[in-house]
């Protein structure tokens, strides 16, 4: 069981205090969050896939490689520092082992992280003046400062907290992401930094993490671009001193509140994609495989012209199942059913007796679920996605311009 | 050597006749083609790879796997018959076999193929009437008016013919094509119908055929998404009596002239694509085999943030570089060089040192090439995409509203 902490965030963990600031990489919206815990934390980490990778992704890869722990957590927004060669690599490690001095901690200590315009070297001097100025400016109540500092084009921060009655004791949940899944140099990136007061041995956080990611941040699209600087970083100090062990029952309940509030936060990020008016769930249900279910899903939720019939309110499954039908996955077309939230759209064997208005109305929602049941196994998943408009090219067209 | 004909098209082959006229699927423009040749053809064919497949589609592989020779292609556009389950494969072979009878064919020798809205069934009276009426009315120099019956949401007509100079003779090799990229229930498939006078061998044409749509049709994109009626079938009636054999120069001659059409074909369905400004060609240089060329350039080619990017005329080479990392290839970012046409953006070692006013000038233009130097290996591709604009969200979220 778990309860939601209202305006809840990452600070809502005991131990853990954070700040936001404005040190001048951005013209002025805050663009320096500091996350620091005075209690050493175990960490876990996942990282983007792309091939080209920020150089601060590779620091702070390194420092989780290591498997030692660490305090504090350093991001900006508004330079990602990715395609910066070598320059970019000691800038980034420059930026971490200043910030460790500062803290008065060891370099190894300090995860580090970018969003924002690529191939530009960072401003080290505004950097570091930052640092300078954040370190004494964190607090028990800076979270939502912080979520604010790590927004590119985001328009709203990304929050969540929760407690999680345990068998021998209550620990606390707290998170922050920004989106909006798209990528550089549009400053977009997909981060999220998560703590907790749970006492979990490192090899287990990362088990519980890498879980949680694939069924929340791994599910979702905006427009099916990959950032260079995408990561998700869960810490926990341990100081609730409520153990959390390998394959009990507490692990399961843990779990559960983790991917909560991962999933509220994968959901905002979509909800909050560059352009967006519509939240769309894509639930695949009765599927040979997970992988068959996963591929279809994700297929649909990248399809331009799904998108835009969401978008236009249109009850286009044409769309829908030709998509499934491009993703590579092996079923059978005419046992495919097709819903908008409870409205039957497309029925096995093509039949479509539906009520176009009906269709319509349940469409212009600001959010839908669009579920697809295959009725050929039992695998199943969920993948949020948003609709695409015309805002969407006039953000991607023009922003540099 | 080859030489383009004048306002050529299908009919430009001796022996090919067509016709293109208003059945009444669609309200005012024409909707019905039908091609004939006096000599039967041995045929080749390939279809989409979409699990979901039209009914005229399943119909014509059947004709085609049976290995006979054909004598017509009858070809309609408004209804796709697709979704259609059996009462549809049970009108397309209606359809089929009323149109043998009314030639005086075997049903066997005409191949049939749909474009439009899928999911409603063919509205029989209208196409058999429209049969009735169009094999009187084939003619020698009929190829853009079939041209034109095939279109649905393309905006002009694709026809091309070439003269080629064999050993022994010269052939003709005309086609006709439609877009643009999408897919139903927009009413938009890729289809191309190509006819040729030399005399060719089935098993050699197939494998002619093959090779030319992996290097033109199958390396386009307007939105990443296919559709359930693709098909592209070259016909030859060998009235030219130059024989072509396999392996030999004219073989290579041939496939050359007949790959240039393709890809003129494939590179005006891209320019047509929807809501279009831009045709932008892809090229992936210097990678370590072909299919990671391949893999990146079509990741590029379907980059929403790539495609918005030169939409804006915006020389945004971190979004060209982030969509190849993503694409799963591995290769060194760090070695990669990105031209656009003859300027260079992106030098090795992440440099970019380029004017970008010069760079906007560039983009400008109606038609871009952006070269991607991997400097890893000696695989190169070519690929087609076109820019992504606010008329393309138009036209995909209105069109059934």
Redesign the interface.
Known sequence: MFTYIENGSITSVKGIKAAGIHAGLKRKRKDLALIVSEQPCSVAGTFT?????AAPLLVSKKVIAKGGKVKAILVNSGNAN????ERGYNDALKSQKYCAKKLGVEQDEVIISSTG???EYMPMHILKNGIESIVDQVTDDGGIKAAKAILTTDLVEKAFAVNVKLSSGEVTIGGIAKGSG?????MATMLAFIATDADIEKDLLKKILTKTVNNSFNKISV??????NDMVVLITNGVSKVKVEDGSEDEKLFTEALQAISIDMAKAITKDGEGASKLITIEVKNGRTESDVDTIAQTIA????VK??V????A????I???????G???D??KVEIKFDDMTILAP??C?EYDEEEA?AVLSKKEITISINLNDGDASTTWWTCD???K???I??????
Chains 1, 2 share one sequence.
């Open positions: 896939l792309n091939k080209v990778q990715a395609c910066t060669g315009v690529i191939g798209m990528i550089m140099p549009n427009d099916g671009d990959t950032s260079t990248n399809s331009p012209l835009t019939a978008y236009g309110s249109d286009n499954w044409g769309r199942i030709s998509a499934a039908g491009r993703s996955v092996d079923f077309p005419a064997n093509y479509h319509t695409f408009t015309e969407y090219i006039e991607n067209a023009s922003y540099r311009s």
